[in-house]
Each structure stands twice: as structure tokens, then as C-alpha cells.
């Protein structure tokens, strides 16, 4: 099983990062032992500059290489929440050397995953999110926003990796994100509904 992630999906996070806007999507990966889906999250050592980004995660139902866009729809019924977590001072000190900076976002447990799915009727339908921080929303996002929908993500990363059954796609996370701070509380809503809890030890 494989965790694909998608940067840079918003223009508003674009923007608030000062990064230029992509022409294609941007993907990096995450190994299975980045999931954390039933218990708290307990902050690296490794770090002091841990920021959360809430995102749509879509799970991929069958085999896929090459995928045209017009069947894209075919690979994928359901949709759920994650966070993408990311030690950005990490991930800097690695861009300020030139290095690759999957250490910042691919570590144990950088990526909580609801348990909730809710069947998509169509790849075009809207999907709203948000992200509650210590019961404040500090996140709102809609699928609509998307500068690559979920169509274009799939046919795109799809033509250098081959998509198996049970793989996620974490599809980019809208402008407001932020430092986490233990003691805190992250609650995610998709559709207004409350799909993932948890506190930060």
C-alpha cells in the first residue's frame, strides 16, 4: 500500500507559503508506517516546528498505470480525511542544502487517517472539509478549490507509478495551516461531519 501525497493543490496555500503555482501536479510519498489512525499523535523529538495540513485522502479500488483522464473516475468511490504533517524546519534546513526533504513529511505516523468513508456519486461533485485546531477553525477547504481535480492527479501520477488497489491519495490542503503544539486538539469535519479526533502528546 502506497500514501501519495499532492502539494501545492490550492492557490491560497501556494500563496501563503510564497511558492509559485504548479503546472503539473507535485506528488511525494509517504511509507505505510505513516498512518496513525486510532490513537493520539505524540510530537518527534526531531522537531520544534510541527505544522498540520487537512486533506482529502482518496483510496484507490483497483489496478491503474497510464490512466486516461476519462476513466479516471473508474479507480476510485469514496473519500475520507487526513493530516499531512510536516516538520518545517526540517523540511527547510533540507531545501536551504539542496536535499530532498521527504524526512519533514514521510516519518511515523505523519499522516492520521479517518476510519470514515463517504461514497463519492461523481468526481465532480463538491467535497467541503475543515479543520478544527483546540475548537477554532483554522481550515476550510472545498474539492471545487482544487487546482488539480482528482481526475487530473490520478491520470497524471499514474503515468509514473502503477495505482493499486487500497492506495491513497492525499489530494493537497487548502490555505491556514499551522504549528501544532502539545496539548493540542485537531478535529477534523468532512461534509460537516466530525471523521477524525485527537490530541497532540
Given at each position: 500500500?502506497?500514501?501519495?501525497?499532492?502539494?501545492?493543490?490550492?492557490?491560497?496555500?501556494?500563496?501563503?507559503?510564497?511558492?509559485?503555482?504548479?503546472?503539473?501536479?507535485?506528488?511525494?510519498?509517504?511509507?505505510?508506517?505513516?498512518?496513525?489512525?486510532?490513537?493520539?499523535?505524540?510530537?518527534?523529538?526531531?522537531?520544534?516546528?510541527?505544522?498540520?495540513?487537512?486533506?482529502?485522502?482518496?483510496?484507490?479500488?483497483?489496478?491503474?498505470?497510464?490512466?486516461?483522464?476519462?476513466?479516471?473516475?473508474?479507480?476510485?468511490?469514496?473519500?475520507?480525511?487526513?493530516?499531512?504533517?510536516?516538520?518545517?524546519?526540517?523540511?527547510?534546513?533540507?531545501?536551504?542544502?539542496?536535499?530532498?526533504?521527504?524526512?519533514?513529511?514521510?516519518?511515523?505516523?505523519?499522516?492520521?487517517?479517518?476510519?470514515?468513508?463517504?461514497?463519492?456519486?461523481?468526481?465532480?461533485?463538491?467535497?467541503?472539509?475543515?479543520?478544527?485546531?483546540?475548537?477554532?477553525?483554522?481550515?476550510?477547504?472545498?474539492?471545487?478549490?482544487?487546482?488539480?481535480?482528482?481526475?487530473?492527479?490520478i491520470t497524471y501520477v499514474s503515468k509514473f507509478i502503477t495505482?493499486?488497489?487500497?492506495?491513497?491519495i492525499f489530494t493537497g490542503t487548502p490555505a491556514g495551516v499551522?504549528?501544532?503544539?502539545?496539548?493540542?486538539?485537531?478535529?477534523?469535519?468532512l461534509m460537516g461531519k466530525e471523521v477524525l479526533n485527537f490530541?497532540?502528546?
Amino acid at each position: 500500500m502506497k500514501i501519495i501525497c499532492i502539494g501545492r493543490n490550492y492557490v491560497e496555500h501556494a500563496k501563503e507559503m510564497n511558492a509559485p503555482l504548479p503546472s503539473t501536479p507535485i506528488f511525494f510519498m509517504k511509507p505505510e508506517t505513516a498512518l496513525l489512525r486510532t490513537r493520539d499523535f505524540f510530537y518527534p523529538k526531531f522537531t520544534s516546528n510541527l505544522h498540520y495540513e487537512c486533506e482529502i485522502v482518496l483510496k484507490i479500488d483497483k489496478v491503474g498505470k497510464n490512466i486516461d483522464e476519462k476513466f479516471s473516475h473508474n479507480y476510485y468511490s469514496s473519500c475520507t480525511l487526513g493530516i499531512d504533517f510536516t516538520a518545517r524546519d526540517v523540511q527547510q534546513n533540507c531545501k536551504e542544502k539542496g536535499l530532498p526533504w521527504e524526512i519533514a513529511k514521510s516519518f511515523d505516523q505523519s499522516a492520521p487517517l479517518s476510519k470514515i468513508w463517504i461514497p463519492l456519486k461523481n468526481s465532480n461533485q463538491e467535497i467541503k472539509f475543515e479543520l478544527e485546531k483546540n475548537g477554532k477553525t483554522v481550515q476550510n477547504g472545498s474539492s471545487l478549490n482544487m487546482i488539480f481535480s482528482f481526475d487530473q492527479i490520478i491520470t497524471y501520477v499514474s503515468k509514473f507509478i502503477t495505482l493499486k488497489k487500497g492506495d491513497l491519495i492525499f489530494t493537497g490542503t487548502p490555505a491556514g495551516v499551522g504549528q501544532v503544539e502539545i496539548g493540542d486538539n485537531l478535529k477534523c469535519l468532512l461534509m460537516g461531519k466530525e471523521v477524525l479526533n485527537f490530541n497532540i502528546r
